[in-house]
């Protein structure tokens, strides 16, 4: 968890200074404006837990990006809101709710448990179960089989017991002419 | 006992039943969690005398529209002169919400702008749009910055909402508004939301 945060940060600071490098531009937009609402918070504990809410959060408009992916319009805005909104003392479940009132369960990456979602959480579970019952089912069948096939008469035996020690006659099926 | 040899085949065609129902289904339409909901309250600048501001109970028991659109929306285009005849036939008031008129324009490096430059930049804009291509609003609104966009859960441009009489979104189209979507959807829905309200 500690490792994950920290590889995050570093990936956000690593993207921060190449942006800064690529538009020198917007970099002094920042400073000069101190109006203008900052693209990376201040304190780095709040940029990490922006950071971390974000790559929780689907992007709508490309959706199989995060919204810390993505540098959609659309992308850029909700990372302001989730910044702004946890700047101003909202905890992380508040700004998911907000996120959700808005545009539905999808916006989660992680869909929550819930009657519609049953199937989806439930499945593998019960393909699981599922499976090792009929596992369970089909050894304890062949079991059976096995234990039904080892019906050998009393002669048989004998002629087993003989065989095994060495001083039968083979039988015509065991003779070398029909092995050849 | 004789047709085990047919289960991978069933079994096959059911996978593939599933997976043929879902190439009909759009991954783009995400259904909104605001339908039956009270639309979000917001307060904007009108286009057409941006010191008035417009809230949304002013049309309080009226069934409308709210149209998303923009300047630099392409697919508007395509559906703006099924606004324009929709507002001659008089079937519905169409409220405009002018989504990111400047910042939302990707030929335009709108950071660092003034709100104030910004706003007459979209003012501009907005009012040469709609001489060009015609007004089919009762009004329009401002959204500089797509908070209200967002308040509406918009993620593209345009949506059209359908909200009744006691504020209530009722449905939702995303993308623009076809003459099938018109005739099979949209006016069948204002016509329940009339005779409900």
């Known amino acids: 968890m500690r490792v994950d945060v920290f590889v995050k940060l570093s990936r956000g600071l690593a993207l921060a200074a190449l942006l800064a490098a690529t538009f020198p531009a917007a970099a002094q937009r920042t400073a000069a404006e101190p109006g203008a609402a900052p693209t990376v918070a201040a304190d780095p504990q709040l940029e990490a837990d922006v950071m971390e809410l974000s790559h929780k959060l689907r992007c709508l ?50 869909p929550p448990f819930k009657a519609t979602t049953l199937l989806l959480w439930g499945g593998p579970v019960m393909l699981l ?19 039904a096939m080892d019906g050998l008469s009393e002669a048989e035996r004998r002629r087993a017991r003989d065989l095994l020690a060495g001083d039968a006659k083979p039988s015509s099926s065991e003779s070398p002419e029909s092995r050849s | 006992m004789k047709a085990k040899f047919l289960v991978p085949l069933i079994l096959f065609i059911a996978l593939a039943g599933f997976l043929a129902f879902g190439l009909t289904l759009n991954p ?15 307060s904007l600048a009108r286009l057409d005398d941006p010191a008035r501001p417009f809230a949304l109970e002013e049309m309080k028991g009226q069934v409308w529209l709210l ?6 929306c392409v697919a508007c285009r395509q559906e703006h002169p099924l606004l324009v ?25 709108a950071r660092g702008m003034a709100l104030e430059t ?32 967002i308040d509406f859960g918009v993620y593209g441009v345009p949506e059209t909402f359908l909200i009744d009489g006691e504020g209530r979104i009722r449905y939702k189209h995303i993308g623009p508004i076809t003459p099938e979507s018109l005739q099979q959807v949209i006016l069948p829905k204002i016509e329940e939301v009339r005779r409900a309200g």
């Not at chain 1, 101003?88 to 992680?110: C, I, M, P, T």
């Not at chain 2, 149209?67 to 630099?72: D, E, R």
């Not at chain 2, 003012?123 to 007004?135: C, M």
């Open chain 1, 61 to 110: 408009v490309c959706q199989n990006q995060s919204i810390a992916e993505s540098n959609a319009p659309l992308a850029v805005d909700l990372r302001e809101q989730v910044r702004e909104q946890l700047a101003s003392g909202r905890s992380k479940g508040e700004v998911v709710d907000y996120l959700v009132a808005r545009y539905g369960d999808f916006v989660l990456y992680e």
């Open chain 1, 129 to 147: 179960v599922g499976g090792a019952g009929w596992l369970a089912w089909r050894l304890r069948r062949r079991a059976g089989e096995l234990a």
């Open chain 2, 28 to 42: 783009r339409e995400v259904p909104s969690p605001l339908i039956d909901k009270p639309a979000p309250g917001f």
């Open chain 2, 67 to 72: 149209n998303v659109w923009a300047s630099w």
């Open chain 2, 85 to 109: 005849r929709m507002a001659q036939q008089k079937i519905v008031p169409v409220v405009g919400l002018n989504y990111k008129e400047v910042r939302g324009d990707g030929a335009i490096n």
């Open chain 2, 118 to 149: 910004e706003t007459a930049l979209a003012i501009e804009r907005a009012r040469r749009w709609l001489s060009d291509h015609g007004d089919p609003y009762v009004l329009s609104v401002l959204d500089i910055d797509g908070r209200v966009g």
